[in-house]
């Protein structure tokens, strides 16, 4: 299903979830390695928005949940009508367990 560009929506959980990935990679590989990794997972992103069906669909997560890769990251994301909500971004050896309680 290629609609077009999505709106962008982030939780609070996945703004958390990408501050706190920013900062590590700043911190681990300065910031030149940060800049080019934040680009490298808003160019994912893009993707996403204009192929939402690209990802895996994930319903052992949360209804209507798909994934898809960014680096060494995966993003967890889910499409309304006219927004791809980013639900959390998660270092690839992160467990999924307890990290979608609150959705529904």
């Not at 609609?3 to 609070?12: A, C, D, E, I, Q």
Request: hydrophobic content about 35%; glycine content about 6%.
């Amino acid at each position: 299903m290629s609609v077009g560009k999505l709106k962008l929506r982030f939780t609070p959980d996945a703004q958390a979830n990408f501050r706190h990935l920013l900062a590590q990679s700043e911190k681990t590989w300065g910031v030149r390695q940060a800049e080019a990794y934040e680009e490298e997972i808003f160019s994912t992103l893009d993707v996403i928005r204009n192929h939402p069906d690209i990802g895996v669909s994930r319903p052992d997560i949360v209804a209507g949940c798909r994934s898809y890769p960014a680096g060494r990251h995966t993003i967890f994301y889910r499409v309304s009508r006219d927004a791809l909500e980013i639900l959390r971004i998660l270092h690839q050896r992160q467990r999924t367990e307890g990290q979608f309680d609150d959705l529904d």
